[in-house]
């Protein structure tokens, strides 16, 4: 995941995209900081979530609607960005994305290199 195609694709920020459901966030009793995390009607757009850290790395303060980040190809929309999450800090440094969305990127031919949708995080 990059800021934008310009950016050279090694520079990763330590940045990376997992698919998750619109359950995780109150699983993890976790919160945004700004918008509003992935629900069901976000989650078949190309609609992203930042960690806290990841935020930070990329330079987003906050949500405005207008950010978008470079994520395998394709441009996705920041609508939110998490407050730290203590239960699973790994995700401070994540982008999230629809589970829905992550299937369908998926489903194009992407790099072989690119294990970016390798992940995901659901709701138990």
Do not use: W
């Amino acid at each position: 995941m990059r800021r934008s195609s310009y950016v050279p694709p090694e520079i990763t920020g330590g940045i990376y995209v997992t698919a998750t459901d619109p359950e995780l966030l109150g699983t993890l009793d976790g919160t945004t900081a700004s918008g509003h995390f992935i629900d069901r009607a976000t989650e078949r757009y190309p609609a992203i979530v930042l960690g806290a850290k990841a935020a930070q790395r990329l330079g987003l303060p906050r949500v405005d609607g207008l950010d978008q980040v470079y994520v395998s190809g394709r441009l996705f929309t920041v609508v939110g960005i998490l407050e730290p999450l203590p239960l699973v800090p790994e995700l401070d440094s994540a982008a999230l994305i629809g589970s829905c969305k992550s299937r369908a990127t998926s489903a194009r031919s992407l790099p072989e290199s690119d294990t970016s949708l390798s992940n995901y995080f659901f709701a138990a």
